[in-house]
Nanobody, 123 residues
């Protein structure tokens, strides 16, 4: 097993919805803040959303506020990203990450990364 594994990516129409999942095989999952980052071709990996250890606090990049929702289920060691009203600029590879600190916005904070899941515009 890998520490983090994303799933749920795929084709989505502009304006549509998609839910990404990240399954963690980490000891004491609830000691980690979790985040979602994304990377489009030729661009830097950028912060999307993060959630605190107990799920009480969340952070979002401004461009996804009101459209994306991050959540976690500590009993299942899983974090989710619900993406609604997706826009062309949302198309990217999405990565989940685990951090021992929160707020969690910087890639340097990540202790573990998933392999990524592709979100692609349908045609």
């Amino acid at each position: 097993q890998v520490p983090l594994e994303e799933s749920g990516g795929g084709l989505v129409q502009v304006g549509g919805s998609l839910r990404l999942s990240c399954a963690a095989s980490l000891r004491a999952f609830n000691t980690y803040a979790m985040g979602w980052f994304r990377q489009a071709p030729g661009k830097e990996r950028e912060f999307v959303a993060a959630i605190s250890r107990n799920g009480a606090d969340t952070q979002y990049r401004e461009s996804v506020k009101g459209r994306f929702t991050i959540s976690r289920d500590n009993a299942q060691s899983t974090v989710y990203l619900q993406m609604d009203n997706v826009k062309p600029e949302d198309m990217a590879v999405y990565y989940c990450a685990a951090s021992l600190s929160f707020p969690f916005r910087a890639t340097k904070q990540a202790r573990y990364w998933g392999q990524g899941t592709q979100v692609t515009a349908s045609s």
